[in-house]
């Protein structure tokens, strides 16, 4: 009969107007800005550098080495390379970025960046909040804003942040390991070489074990 | 082509060859259009009841899904002449891609097709993986054909919600698709970090493996949206106003499909049977049983039938598969992310996206950016055909075909 095709139409829209009323599965919105909706675990929006010490800008892991700046697919990322040298979080001299800026408005959050870096230093944030009311200098974020501690990240991204943990935990107990065997084999050599007078030949000090020892033990967790 | 003319002279409106006129705004380079417009023209001097209309639609206007622009010439309300602009959303996509690496096009390709990327990338992926010969394990096999599955059913859920607001179904029906196309688009984001650009397939496999519950989650989405596809069957597809509507309306023949390269579901509503995952056997669609819908009429109706019926059996895909999914890595531990040269040569690789074939044309030079990248976008072929199942109807029809179509203009345009 010409209509009940209609009339069954009707039907549904009726269940989902009085469903509406008790059923969550027929009223699923939220009222944003009050409510809200738990961010998924591995949701990307906006790269941050990862620090490990109190002082963001001195315990930077980003080591300037501008392999993000060349990978990202839109080119948003602005990298400038320090003239100095500072020790890393396992003691090896490092540069660091004098300057690291990102344009918000190129970045498409691919995360490209993210899996380049090989030193865990760039991760993606969850906050997507991200509107400016300075169109100019507001878009263009440096590395003062960029820079979120290592706890923070454990916060986001649990997961992820512990997997980046034990490999810089690796790093770390390697470059150890390797600073020990190379001082021995100093040791050894400058004994073999000074045959019998062996305590005057080790007394310069092995050089990359001891700033290595001092910070090494800050980012392992 | 011939010489632009200047509106203002009355002298130079359409004046013909046998001496008659009528009114056209620009462009007399309507070549193929000389017999429709020959049968409406009026003798110079006569009233003005005939005459033809030439309507821009688009590319604002709502129903162009897009910057997409219709260029109709209207009988009163029946449609004579239809020419598609398109071009309004070129970014220049292939042209970018020749200039970064074969990872950094990636995130571009989501871009294409914004409602599938996932299919996107997997076809990206696949021309890559032919041209540099990687394997990819047989997890990220399963999670490629089940996140390919679940963007199908995405797609096709959106497409009648889309189709259904351009016939004038303000909301209702939209609403309902986009209610459970966010349960779909939770899973997605769950697994790759977005929503829909997702960015997600890697050469040699997939970015990531999938969170802990992941299957669980999926599975149970899959077990209840058969009952979303009941409700909204019992919603729409036996309405006798969507049945009016839409049968009878944009004509497709088999014999024109074929010739014009129509792939997809709307070669498959002109009863064509021709499915590439038939067809290929790319992935592990072999392993698992599925039937092809085919239409026989070749009009809207067919068309947005065929949507619904794929679906079902996308969902048959996907309720083994998620079962079967083995444990393993998701990438070929060869497949390297920087500094990633295939050897010299050439591939091609198609899948069956949502809206048809879906091909990535590669040819390499070893060095890290291809030498040449080409798309083969099922929208854009899909919709070359637009005029010929537009003519001789209304203007409300042609809206309804370009609805039936399913086009992007991301991927159009590109």
């Known amino acids: 009969m010409l209509g009940t095709g209609i009339l069954k139409g009707m039907v549904e829209t009726a269940k989902n107007f009085a469903g509406s009323y008790h059923d969550p599965e027929r009223l699923t919105t939220v009222e944003y800005p009050e409510q809200r909706i738990a961010s998924k675990e591995n949701a990307r929006q906006f790269p941050f550098l990862v620090h490990d010490t109190e002082d963001p800008m001195k315990g930077l892991r980003c080591v300037a080495c501008q392999i993000c700046e060349k990978e990202c697919p839109p080119q948003c990322i602005y990298i400038v390379k320090s003239k100095d040298k500072r020790a890393d979080y396992k003691g090896q001299m490092q540069f660091y970025p004098a300057t690291f800026d990102i344009d918000l408005s190129v970045c498409m959050s691919c995360q490209i960046c993210v899996e380049v870096c090989p030193f865990e230093s760039i991760k993606m944030d969850t906050e997507f909040e991200l509107s400016n009311t300075d169109r100019f200098g507001g878009l263009l974020v440096n590395k003062h804003q960029l820079a979120k501690s290592n706890e923070h990240y454990r916060k986001i991204h649990p997961t992820e942040a512990a997997a980046s943990d034990a490999v810089l935990a690796a790093e770390t107990a390697k470059a150890q390991a390797k600073a020990k065997a190379d001082a021995e084999a100093k040791a050894a050599k400058a004994a073999a070489a000074a045959g019998p007078v062996g305590a005057v030949a080790s007394a310069p000090a092995p050089k990359p074990s001891s700033p290595a020892a001092a910070t090494a033990a800050a980012p392992a967790a | 082509m011939t010489a632009p003319v200047d509106t203002s002279d009355p002298k130079q409106l359409g004046a013909d060859t046998d001496g008659t006129q009528f009114m056209t705004f620009h462009d ?25 209309l030439e309507v821009a639609m688009g590319p604002q206007h709502p129903s162009t899904h897009g910057v997409f622009r219709m260029d109709v010439v209207l009988d009163g309300e029946t449609v004579v002449k239809l020419k598609p602009v398109f071009g309004y959303l070129h970014r220049n996509h292939e042209k970018i891609a020749e200039n970064t690496s074969y990872l950094g096009s990636m995130p571009y390709t989501d871009r294409l097709d914004y409602f599938c990327s996932l299919t996107n990338n997997w076809a990206y992926a696949l021309s890559v993986e032919k041209l540099a010969g990687l394997q990819v394990p047989e997890r990220a096999e399963y999670i490629r054909l089940i996140t390919a599955e679940l963007t199908r059913v995405l797609n096709h859920t959106c497409l009648a919600g889309f189709l259904l607001q351009d016939m004038g179904a303000l909301g209702t029906p939209l609403m309902y698709a986009f209610r459970e196309r966010e349960k779909i688009l939770d899973l997605i984001e769950s697994l790759t970090g977005a929503r829909m650009m997702c960015n997600y397939m890697r050469f040699g496999g997939c970015r990531c493996d999938l969170p802990a519950g992941w299957l669980d989650e999926a599975k149970k989405v899959v077990a209840e949206y058969p009952k979303f596809l009941d409700e909204f069957d019992a919603l729409l597809s036996g309405n006798e106003i969507l049945m009016a509507r839409t049968q009878g309306v944009g004509k497709l023949s088999a014999e024109l499909a074929i010739s014009a390269g129509i792939t997809g579901p709307m070669l498959r509503a002109s009863g064509v049977d021709y499915d590439l995952r038939k067809v290929d056997n790319y992935g592990l669609y072999s392993r698992y049983p599925f039937r092809v819908p085919l239409g026989s009429h070749g009009d809207v109706y067919d068309r947005y039938m065929i949507r619904m019926l794929e679906m079902r059996e996308s969902l048959k895909i996907l309720e083994p598969a998620l079962k079967d999914i083995p444990e393993g890595p998701v990438v070929d531990p060869k497949a390297k992310l920087r500094g990633f040269r295939p050897k010299p040569g050439e591939a091609y690789g198609r899948i069956e996206s949502p809206k048809g074939e879906l091909g990535f044309y590669l040819i390499s030079d070893g060095s890290p950016n291809p030498y ?43």
């Not at chain 2, 259009?33 to 033809?52: D, I, N, S």
């Open chain 2, 372 to 414: 040449r990248y080409r798309v083969r976008p099922p929208s854009l072929i899909n919709l070359t055909i637009l005029e010929d199942m537009c003519l001789g109807q209304t203007v409300a029809d042609a809206i309804v075909t370009l609805g039936s179509v399913d086009i992007v203009l991301g991927e159009v345009d590109r």
């Open chain 2, 28 to 52: 007399l380079a309507y070549d193929a259009g000389k017999t429709v417009f020959q049968r409406k023209a009026q003798p110079v001097g006569q009233g003005r009841e005939g005459e033809l």
